[in-house]
């Protein structure tokens, strides 16, 4: 069965420190892509990042950076010198490409808190 | 580009009574999916319609029904409200036609049901 887990509930780290949060997942497709959304206080869902299961290149976008490993099914975020602003929950999401349609199953979130 | 709107934000009910809630998608997407996000449980998927058609369901039970029209903008009801019903519901919205479309999110609405 399909799976995501973010071990890591909540997370508090000092400004400008660097963070990682850990996602793990299981499928027994082979074909699947991967997502990270991050949740704000205002409760929108906010896309960061697609990944398929064929690109295990590491994506970085500024602050951002993302590891995929297919060897341990893991798809990690770094915040790299985090800001007050990157406060919020974030969800790693499974979709896998021969599901009907629109389904995404998502892990439990991680609770970022950054202080000043 | 407007993003995915929902209405109402915000909504109370109680037990018995049933409600309404409206997605209108990004122009030009013609998948929505719907998913309720609970403290306890999490973001779960609820249902995903393209062109009018359902074409995914989750685990819920059938008092959790949507429809879609042919403007794309999608409802979804849910009827005879219990207590655990009370959740923030997100739908999302994509162009449906690739199974990897990422899918872009509103920002849900709070339905308390007291």
């Known amino acids: 069965a399909q799976k995501v887990t973010q071990a890591q509930t909540e997370i508090s780290v000092v400004e400008k420190e660097d963070v990682t949060l850990d996602c793990v997942y299981e499928t027994r497709d082979t074909t699947y892509y991967l997502f990270w959304y991050k949740q704000p206080p205002s409760g929108e869902l906010v896309f960061l990042i697609r990944r398929n299961s064929f690109d295990e290149q590491n994506e970085i976008s500024g602050r951002y950076s993302w590891n995929f490993q297919k060897s341990t099914s893991s798809f990690n975020f770094t915040i790299t010198a985090s800001q007050v602003v990157d406060s919020a929950v974030y969800f790693c999401?499974?979709?896998?490409?021969?599901?009907?349609?629109?389904?995404?199953?998502f892990g439990q979130g991680t609770e970022l808190s950054v202080k000043p | 580009k407007a993003g995915v709107t929902q209405t109402p934000r915000y909504l109370i009910k109680t037990r018995g009574q049933q409600v309404t809630l409206s997605c209108s998608p990004i122009?030009?997407?013609?998948?929505v999916s719907w998913y309720q996000q609970t403290p306890g449980q999490g973001l779960q998927f609820l249902f995903e319609y393209f062109s009018e058609t359902q074409r995914n369901k989750g685990n819920f039970p059938g008092r959790f029904s949507g429809r879609q029209f042919s403007n794309s903008r999608s409802e979804m009801n849910v009827s005879t409200l219990e207590l655990g019903d009370s959740a923030l519901y997100l739908c999302?919205?994509?162009?449906?036609?690739?199974?990897?479309?990422?899918?872009?999110f509103g920002p849900g609405t709070r339905l308390t049901v007291l």
């Open positions: 999401a499974l979709s896998e490409v021969d599901n009907q349609g629109g389904k995404l199953i």
């Open positions: 999302a919205s994509s162009s449906g036609l690739v199974m990897k479309d990422t899918q872009y």
């Open positions: 122009s030009g997407h013609r998948s």
